[in-house]
């Protein structure tokens, strides 16, 4: 992180802190929850010891990201931010100072955690505590009647424990900045693979599908669907390879009042001196020389007349 965006970061730590000073366990909001983190329901459903919770808040608003809802880095125990970094032995704005009893200065504990809210030139810091002055009585009733509070300045020095501080003796300072935690690049892209595997293998609400196997369902779907494009187009091609062409085109034969069809080239036969014999709509059938025989919507005429020929 550049120097300049590191100490804007640092700074918004600082001033986000300070905002909250007289809030308690249940004032402050985490996805749409009341309180810092579980400051407010994680006591068996009461407030518990939260110091912890709120300075934790402070940095997630800032934009720690490892200290977002959904990581476990960091706890509703102070002790969780000796783990999350390099216990330092200077302060800087922005940091978590740590207090341990004296027998446990140098081992990985902690019993109190504020936010490093002003550095002054006397080697004294100023901070902002989550879960001070509290009621006696039970834990979940201090936790419930504790506030934030602004410390007065107390000396700085590891082991030291000044009667402004809210706790002690110091035990180390803690920087929010990710590139001071003790993981190594391999390490944090194996965190958000896990995190990733999680999220897509979740079934969805009211589902036994999840994220992952639904993707996976879009694109079987989608490849099938090329694959039947594929098998088209090939059958499209076959048939145009394969197919004989057409046969030209015959007219159709005609019918009804065209003219009746004859036989030979020659003119129409006929008997005797009569006309042509015809069929279809031309004229009746004639023999010889008599009248033509008729049928019909007038009926039918039957019968021949003789026609004789001249005597030699």
């Not at 036969?269 to 014999?277: I, L, R, V």
Request: glycine content about 12%.
């Amino acid at each position: 992180m550049a120097k300049s965006m590191e100490s804007e970061f640092r700074a918004r730590i600082a001033r986000i802190a300070k905002r909250q000073v007289g809030q308690t366990a249940c004032s402050g909001e985490t996805n749409g929850k009341p309180g810092f983190f579980t400051s407010c329901h994680g006591g068996f459903k009461e407030p518990e010891f939260w110091c912890s919770d709120f300075a934790r808040w402070a940095w997630w608003k800032a934009g720690a990201i490892n200290a977002a809802p959904g990581t476990d880095i960091l706890t509703a125990a102070a002790v969780s931010f000796v783990k999350y970094g390099k216990l330092r032995r200077r302060p800087r704005v922005g940091d978590a100072v740590l207090f341990a009893d004296k027998e446990d200065i140098h081992n990985a504990v902690a019993k109190h955690v504020a936010i490093v809210v002003k550095v002054n030139s006397d080697g004294t810091i100023r901070s902002v505590s989550g879960d001070l002055n509290g009621e006696p009585g039970s834990d979940e009733h201090f936790a419930a009647t504790s506030s934030v509070v602004h410390d007065k300045p107390y000396p700085s020095a590891i082991g030291s424990f000044g009667p402004n501080a809210p706790n002690g003796p110091v035990r180390g300072y803690v920087s929010p900045v990710e590139d001071d935690m003790p993981y190594t690049k391999k390490q944090i892209i194996g965190f958000v693979k896990e995190g990733v595997s999680e999220e897509l293998n979740t079934k969805l609400k009211n589902s036994n599908v999840t994220p992952a196997r639904g993707a996976q369902a879009a694109v079987d779907t989608q490849k099938a669907l090329r694959d039947l494009q594929t098998q088209v187009t090939d059958l499209i091609r076959y048939v145009k390879a394969n197919l004989p062409p057409p046969s030209p085109a015959v007219p159709a034969a005609s019918s009804g009042t065209a003219p009746a069809s004859t036989s030979g080239t020659g003119p129409a036969s006929t008997g005797g001196a009569g006309p042509a014999s015809t069929s279809g709509a031309g004229p009746a059938s004639n023999s010889g020389a008599g009248t033509a025989a008729s049928g019909g919507t007038r009926g039918r005429r039957t019968g021949t007349k003789t026609r004789t020929s001249p005597t030699t």
